[in-house]
């Protein structure tokens, strides 16, 4: 079982920047895939990002590309989302998942095995 906790989520006015972590325990953190997957009020969880167990492949939804970074550190259990040039539409509740499926499946918010409890993303215009 893994557990996953994030953080660094807050308020940030529209242009600004947040760095999200999210450390696991639990399991063998390097053999997991793992994403960053947001749901905004009313709407269904959308996929943000994804990096491979080993960080060598990332793979991000077309609305993030070029804001968004996603990186890992297995010495330490941790993934991180930079988000920079953030906007008000990146409002969200941004969790933190952990799965084994096939690559090509990871960029489905509901293809993974467990999820953090989320951390709160507030961007202001």
């Known amino acids: 079982q893994v557990q996953l906790v994030e953080s660094g989520g807050g308020l940030v006015q529209a242009g600004g920047s947040l760095r999200l972590s999210c450390v696991a325990s639990?399991?063998?953190?390097?053999?997991?895939?793992m994403g960053w997957v947001r749901q905004a009020p009313g709407k269904e969880r959308e996929f943000v990002a994804t990096?491979?167990?080993?960080?060598?492949?990332?793979r991000d939804t077309d609305s993030v590309k070029g804001r968004f970074t996603i990186s890992r550190d297995n010495a330490k259990n941790t993934v991180y989302l930079q988000m920079n040039s953030l906007k008000p539409e990146d409002t969200a509740v941004y969790y933190c998942?952990?799965?084994?499926?096939?690559?090509?499946?990871?960029?489905?918010?509901?293809?993974?095995?467990?999820w953090g409890q989320g951390t709160q993303v507030t961007v202001s215009s």
């Open positions: 639990g399991g063998t953190f390097r053999i997991y895939a």
């Open positions: 998942a952990a799965g084994r499926s096939s690559w090509s499946r990871l960029t489905q918010a509901t293809t993974y095995d467990y």
């Open positions: 990096i491979s167990w080993s960080g060598s492949s990332t």
